[in-house]
């Protein structure tokens, strides 16, 4: 296939007519006039060329704490290509349900590339034999999370692992003294979440972390003075969609449980103001129906989690075009940074690497609704008005969606770290 009359976006962020050759699941060739009779030709009318998005947080049919997500692995990877993600990072247990191989064979019905994440609190051999797979991003918890406890001393340690086995460590970084100190005894309204959990919760962990990591990201950093003092060095910003769309005000909406998250949301202006700081945008997609977040309307029996990843690409180019911020830089968050810092072969327009892409339409506009999107039965950007639409979705070298429709039945693949 050759995809002609496209536009693509160098580094320098200027726009330049180009055309691009794939062979099976490759992009064969960047150029301009590449002529071959016998190849199928895509005219992409003008539009942008994009590198498909990379999400590297997702929860995907999520079965190990006390409320499941609503969704299947089919829905969200479909809702994912749908709006421009052709690969998503999710997370497996080392020695505990759900395990690296349980949730390999959970995500054989993916329409996205897929890779995973592995929690971790300690060393075990069984680490080991999964980094020796190809799988070298751990996350570190450092609250309770999913029967998991952990310390300083066991970051230490793992720290020492992973910089001899040459990956990272990704951590959700909260203060769960604080935490707990704070909650105890509460019970009532949901700004009680955002209350217990404040910025000197995301603050204290940072600065442990920075003691400590030698590789490290820091997941979905949501305070801006985070940004000031991460040590980016050693240590990556990762920043996710709801925190850089939604601030503390939902907390005065009578429906304020169903924009709970951990941590919760504050005040994305503080994270715009430094997106030079940030290395990468995620979602933490978490897809609850409406029932499931009702059900856990009073704290401390909340539902933490937004359905994201079909909204992450097109929310995100709309606040850079607005911005007026560099679509180059837009493109390095969503695609080329998370899949260069987990060794994957995708998420840029170059030869050799997966034609994984996408064609957005920029003459097109719609607002974001439960009948315009395809997550969940609700959604938390409600009227939100997109600049662009996603037109079609590429998925190693396969057109999967066209005109806003699935048009291919074939799955995605399991990506592993090929130490970029």
């Known amino acids: 296939m050759i995809i002609k009359n496209v536009k693509l976006i160098t580094e320098e962020n200027k726009v330049i007519e180009a055309e691009v050759k794939i062979e099976g699941e490759r ?29 590297n947080h997702v929860h995907i049919y999520k079965r190990y704490l006390k409320v499941p997500t609503s969704d299947d692995v089919r829905r969200s990877t479909e809702a994912a290509v749908l709006g421009g993600t052709t690969t998503v990072i999710d997370f497996a247990f080392v020695d505990r349900e759900p395990n690296l191989d349980e949730r390999i064979e959970q995500f054989k019905d993916s329409v996205t590339n897929y890779s995973f994440h ?3 609190n300690k060393i075990s051999e069984e680490l080991s034999k999964i ?11 450092m609250i309770e999370y999913g029967g998991l406890k952990s310390n300083l001393y066991d970051l230490v340690k793992l720290n020492e692992f992973v910089e001899k086995r040459g990956g990272y460590i990704m951590v959700h970084a909260e203060d769960e003294e604080l935490i707990k100190a704070l909650s105890e005894g509460k019970k009532g309204e949901p700004l009680l979440h955002m209350l ?49 769309i939604l601030d503390k005000s939902v907390f005065n909406r009578k429906d304020s449980y169903m924009f709970v998250t951990s941590p919760p949301v504050r005040d994305p202006e503080e994270l715009w103001r430094r997106i030079d700081k940030i290395f990468m945008i995620a979602t933490d997609h978490n897809w609850f129906d409406r029932d499931v ?3 856990h309307k009073e704290f401390p029996d909340l539902v933490p989690g937004l359905p994201g990843v079909e909204l992450r690409v097109p929310i995100i180019i709309t606040e850079f075009i607005k911005r007026r911020l560099p679509l180059s830089r837009a493109v390095k968050l969503l695609s080329e940074n998370p899949a260069k810092f987990n060794g994957l072969d995708t998420g840029i327009i170059k030869e050799g690497y997966r034609a994984d892409l996408i064609l957005y339409d920029l003459n097109t506009k719609w607002k974001i609704s ?18 662009g639409k996603v037109d079609i979705t ?23 770290n090929h130490d970029l």
């Open 196 to 244: 217990t959990r404040p910025e000197e919760s995301e603050l204290a962990a940072v600065a442990r972390v920075n003691a400590i990591v030698s590789r490290g990201l820091i997941a979905h950093t949501s305070v801006g003075r985070s940004l000031d003092i991460i040590d980016q060095n050693r240590i990556k910003a990762e920043v996710v969609l709801h925190h850089l």
């Open 27 to 55: 992009i064969a060739k960047v150029g301009k006039n590449i002529q071959d009779s016998s190849e199928e030709i895509l005219n992409g009318n003008g539009k942008l060329l994009l590198p498909g998005g990379v999400d």
């Open 394 to 416: 590429i998925v190693n070298g396969e057109i999967v969606v066209e005109n806003g429709e699935i048009v291919s039945q074939k799955r995605g693949q399991l990506l592993y």
């Open 131 to 141: 980094f020796d797979r190809g799988f070298k991003s751990v996350k570190f918890m």
């Open 370 to 387: 439960v009948d315009t999107t395809h997550m969940a039965d609700w959604t938390p950007y409600e009227g939100y008005e997109v600049i």
């Open 118 to 120: 592995i929690f971790a």
């Open 293 to 295: 977040k009702e059900a």
